[in-house]
C-alpha cells in the first residue's frame, strides 16, 4: 500500500462518534452493540409532506417546511416518509468535519482536478481520500499538485470496489461518502447526501439520479433488468439502484466490507447489503452531468456480475424464501400432476411426478438448513474487517 499525505488535513472537531461508544487502541470508532441493528426513527425536521402508503392508512397533509430526504426506518420493510430537496437550511450546516470522501480513479486524468477542486471549496472541513486504482495516465500527478487530499494507490488495476474498501479502511471520519471522479456529480449533492448520515437519522443515504441522467441507450435495458431483479429480490422499490454518490455511517459499512465485490457491482450489492440488513436506508434527488472522459464499464460481463451478486446477496440475507421458492416451485406442480393420473387415469403415480415431488422436498429442506447458517454467518458479521495492503 502507498499512502501520501500531500497536505496536512484539517483535523476533525467536536464530537465524533454518532453514538455513544469506546475507540480500542488502534481501531475505528465503533457504536455500542453494532452488531444489532438500532431501532429506526424518523427525525420530524422539515418533512415536506405525509401520504398515504396504500395498506398503511396514514393520512396525507402538506407541510411547508424546508424538505428533506426520502426516510427509511431500520426495519427490513420500512417505508418511505418524505422526499426532499437539496438546498441546505438556513442555520443547520452539517458538521462536514465528521465526513470523508472516497473518490476511486482509473485513469481519470480529465476530470479528477476540477472534481477535488470542487468538492474542496463545498466541503473545506472533510477528509478527502482519492484512490488511485492503477492508473496509466495522469491522474496521480494530478492528485499529488492538489492540496488537502490524501491520496493512496494501487500498484495494478484492481477494480471500483477493491478502490471503494481501501478507501473506506483509510477514511478517519465516523461517516463516509462515495463520490465519483469523473465530474459528473455536484458537490451540493453530496452536502445535501451527506446531512441526513452526519445528524444520525439515516445509516445510509443514496443519491438518486434523474431520467435526464440516465446514461447511454445501449445500457437502458440492462439497468432495468438489474433493477427489476433487486427489487423482487429485495422485496421493495429502490429509486436508484446503482448510483455512484452514497454516503454511509461507517461503522455500519465495515460490517459488510468483507462482501463487497471489487468490481462495478459494489454499488448495487451495497444498497441490497443495507436494506437486507435492516438498516435505515435515506433517497435524496440528486442531478448527474455528463462524465468527463470514457467509461470503464463493461456493460455484459459487469452487467452478468452483478445479477449473479444480486442472487448471492439475496441468498445471504433471505435464504429460506428463496429456497422455499424453488421447492414449492416443484412441488405443487409435481403433486398435481402425480394425484391426477394417478386419481383420474388410475395408472399410478408417475415416474416424473414422483421425482418433482421428492426434489421440491429436498429443497425445501435445504432452504431451512441454509436459513440456520445464513443466521450464523450474521452473528459473525464483525464491526471491522482484515486491512489488507492495496
Known amino acids: 500500500m502507498i499512502v ?26 465503533q457504536a455500542a452493540g453494532a452488531g444489532s441493528t438500532r431501532a429506526g426513527r424518523v427525525s420530524p425536521l422539515s418533512l415536506t ?108 488495476n484492481r477494480g471500483y470496489g477493491a478502490a471503494i474498501k481501501t478507501g473506506i479502511r483509510q477514511a478517519t471520519r465516523p461517516c463516509v461518502a462515495w463520490y465519483d471522479a469523473d465530474g459528473q456529480h455536484d458537490p451540493h449533492d453530496l452536502v445535501a447526501v451527506a446531512t441526513p448520515v452526519l445528524a444520525d437519522e439515516s445509516d445510509v443515504v443514496i443519491g438518486v439520479r434523474g431520467r435526464e441522467s440516465t446514461g447511454p441507450l445501449p445500457r437502458l435495458p440492462g439497468k432495468w433488468l438489474l433493477a427489476w431483479v433487486a427489487r423482487i429480490v429485495s422485496g421493495e422499490p429502490i429509486p436508484d439502484l446503482n448510483s455512484g454518490l452514497r454516503c454511509f455511517r461507517r461503522d455500519v459499512l465495515r460490517r459488510y466490507l468483507h462482501l463487497l465485490p471489487d468490481g462495478f457491482s459494489a454499488s448495487t450489492t451495497s444498497t441490497l447489503m443495507m436494506l437486507k440488513g435492516g438498516h435505515r436506508v435515506g433517497y435524496v434527488p440528486i442531478v448527474a452531468r455528463p462524465r468527463l472522459g470514457h467509461s470503464s464499464v463493461k456493460m455484459v460481463s459487469d452487467g452478468l456480475r452483478t445479477l449473479h451478486l444480486i442472487v448471492r446477496i439475496v441468498v445471504l ?59 450464523l454467518r450474521k452473528e459473525r458479521l464483525e464491526p471491522a474487517d482484515p486491512d489488507p495492503r492495496p
Request: net charge neutral; aromatic share 6%.
Open 4 to 29: 501520501r499525505p500531500v497536505a496536512s488535513m484539517p483535523r476533525p472537531v467536536g464530537d465524533l462518534p454518532l453514538v455513544r461508544g469506546h475507540q480500542e487502541p488502534g481501531s475505528s470508532w
Open 49 to 156: 409532506a405525509e401520504f398515504s402508503i396504500p395498506g398503511r392508512g396514514r393520512p396525507w397533509s402538506p407541510v411547508s417546511e424546508t424538505p428533506r430526504p426520502l426516510m427509511r426506518e431500520a426495519s427490513p420493510l420500512g417505508e418511505a416518509v418524505s422526499r426532499g430537496s437539496n438546498e441546505p437550511r438556513p442555520g443547520a450546516r452539517p458538521d462536514l468535519s465528521r465526513l470523508s470522501i472516497i473518490i476511486p480513479a482509473y485513469n481519470e486524468e480529465e476530470g479528477i482536478g476540477d472534481t477535488v477542486a470542487r468538492l474542496r471549496a463545498a466541503c473545506p472541513a472533510a477528509e478527502i481520500v482519492v484512490v488511485d486504482d492503477g492508473s496509466t495516465d495522469g491522474t496521480r500527478a494530478i492528485v499529488l499538485r492538489t492540496p488537502d487530499v490524501r491520496l493512496v494507490s494501487h500498484r495494478r
Open 317 to 375: 440475507f433471505e435464504a429460506f424464501r428463496v429456497f422455499s421458492v424453488l421447492g414449492l416451485a416443484m412441488l405443487v406442480p409435481g403433486l398435481a400432476y402425480g394425484l391426477a393420473v394417478a386419481v383420474v387415469r388410475g395408472q399410478g403415480f408417475p415416474t416424473l411426478a414422483g421425482t418433482a415431488v421428492i426434489a421440491g422436498l429436498l429443497t425445501f429442506f435445504m432452504g431451512i438448513v441454509a436459513d440456520q447458517v445464513v443466521e
